[in-house]
């Protein structure tokens, strides 16, 4: 039984690496041709249209960036939906809008087939090591027939709920993710305006009420000006941008993501969307003239 | 050699039966008498004022609440400084204003004495079990000689710099602490909102970039609604009104901290202030007609 990969990024070309290696048959496709090389050279065979991909396969795994990604691949010219047939079971590791996902599943179920959304945390580490958290809303006896698939590249497989739900736990881990950033941003310049070392202090404090990973993770390298990404300011932006629209359609009042927002939106002004999420404290060195390590 | 341990409140009693336990001669003073009574029955002995205990103690110790609060145990009649002499080590376990720390220091130094600014994190649990954190500013040789009695409640005990920088650390402790808490109530009444099972939405992104210690010790009291406090609200306001008046001296912007100051502000305005930090999120559920667990 062949399992199908669509979206060879960062996330997807590890991921895929991983299901080769557990030694399942697997089928790829990527819009940028020249991405699947690396793939097949590794053992999977390339496809060449997500429609074509989906005719040979049972499992339909889908990993791209943005709503409009997923809905291109499953709705466009050979899409998908073109192929979609009883028994086919699509699985959507991007991280996408909660609303679209439910549009998405129902015509894929119109044509026989069935979703899972399925969004993930742990970044390219995490998808090259095979230890990604997976968030995973639709049907239980869907989850278990894509379970082997899916423990090939995850290490924590939680079912959140109905279709959607994955999507919508997504945008509360990435609520969570910057909300301690921020706090980890405004308590690192704080230390660095009171002149502490701030090695010793983020020592002092990481291990009791105040730790999160992104303080044990990512000061470090705030501390170090070293901001390349675990994760860019675009894609952080993209899902703060899908969990404010969840939260006006939902009725959440969200002051403290809807501010990190703004200040990302000034850093993407300044040309620094690829950079790491953690530069969000330039944000705050600017408005105060300290600068950490300064 | 006597200790004194003055501020017998629910921090300064288990730290002090904690001295008594490691068999350390303790002298113990506290504004409202009875709270020695039980101190007293483990075989710590009372003395009749701050004066009279620094008289009889090389290292006295301080764990009260505010910055008045230690101005009057060691200025006030019968305080500490009429009583302070060469080789009388100061000990302040309170979280007070950096520069009245610094202020203070100077005058117990003037009287031949020293001092440490030394407060703690980990809540009464931390105090009774003898888990706490410390952080310490002032010099190392004075930290050395303190160092057996703070291992007698402490297991983690970081020297952060000169006099004052023991209580900016704790300030960029709270810093961190309140902003992981705005981040956890956002996601979880995103969560509510969105009809996800909170439990396992906790448990699916807890692991991750996502975690913090407030999330996965206070998320759990949040969802079942229980308010009882770790550490309440008008502590807690307390703190961050030294954080907003730090960051004003310094030049650092806060504006994250600032934003939730206002929000416990409305909830003690309440009577909210005895009920725990982590009650938060009633700010935001009044915004919106959602609640936790509802």
Redesign the interface.
């Known amino acids: 039984m062949s399992v199908g990969f669509i979206g060879l990024g960062i996330m997807g070309s590890g991921m895929t690496a991983n299901l080769v290696e557990k030694s399942h048959d697997v089928v790829v496709w990527n819009r940028t041709s020249s991405r699947m090389d690396p793939l097949v050279a590794l053992g999977a065979e390339p496809a060449s249209s997500p429609a074509e991909l989906t005719a040979r396969c049972d499992f339909v795994i889908i990993c791209v960036s943005d709503t409009p990604d997923v809905e291109a691949v499953v709705e466009g010219p050979d899409g998908i939906l073109s192929a979609v047939e009883s028994g086919t079971l699509v699985i959507d590791h991007s991280t996408i809008s909660?609303s679209a996902t439910v549009r998405l599943a129902g015509r894929v179920a119109e044509a026989g087939g069935a979703w899972l959304d399925a969004p993930v945390?742990?970044?390219s580490e995490g998808a090259a090591a095979g230890t990604l958290?997976i968030?995973v809303g639709g049907d239980a006896a869907d989850l278990e027939r894509a379970t082997p698939y899916l423990e090939s590249y995850g290490t924590?497989i939680?079912?959140?709920?109905p279709i959607g739900?994955g999507q919508?736990?997504k945008?509360?881990?990435?609520?969570?993710?910057?909300?301690?950033q921020?706090?980890?941003s405004?308590?690192?310049?704080?230390?660095?305006?009171?002149?502490?070392?701030l090695h010793?202090?983020l020592?002092?404090?990481e291990?009791?009420?105040?730790?999160?990973?992104?303080?044990s993770?990512r000061g470090p390298q705030m501390i170090e000006r070293d901001w390349r990404p675990?994760?860019t300011i675009d894609l952080q932006q993209k899902d703060l941008r899908l969990?404010l629209d969840?939260?006006a359609e939902?009725?959440?009042?969200?002051?403290?993501?809807a501010?990190i927002f703004q200040l990302y939106r000034g850093l993407q002004a300044q040309g620094l969307g690829s950079e790491g999420n953690h530069a969000l404290v330039k944000a705050?060195e600017e408005?105060?003239?300290?600068r950490l390590g300064g």
């Open positions: 909660p945390s742990g970044g958290s968030m924590s939680t079912h959140v709920g739900a919508q736990a945008i509360v881990n990435q609520i969570l993710v910057v909300g301690n921020l706090a980890a405004e308590a690192l310049l704080y230390a660095q305006g009171a002149g502490l070392d010793a202090t020592s002092a404090v291990g009791g009420a105040a730790g999160s990973w992104m303080l993770n675990g994760f969990a969840g939260g939902l009725g959440v009042p969200l002051p403290g993501t501010f705050l408005l105060s003239g300290i």
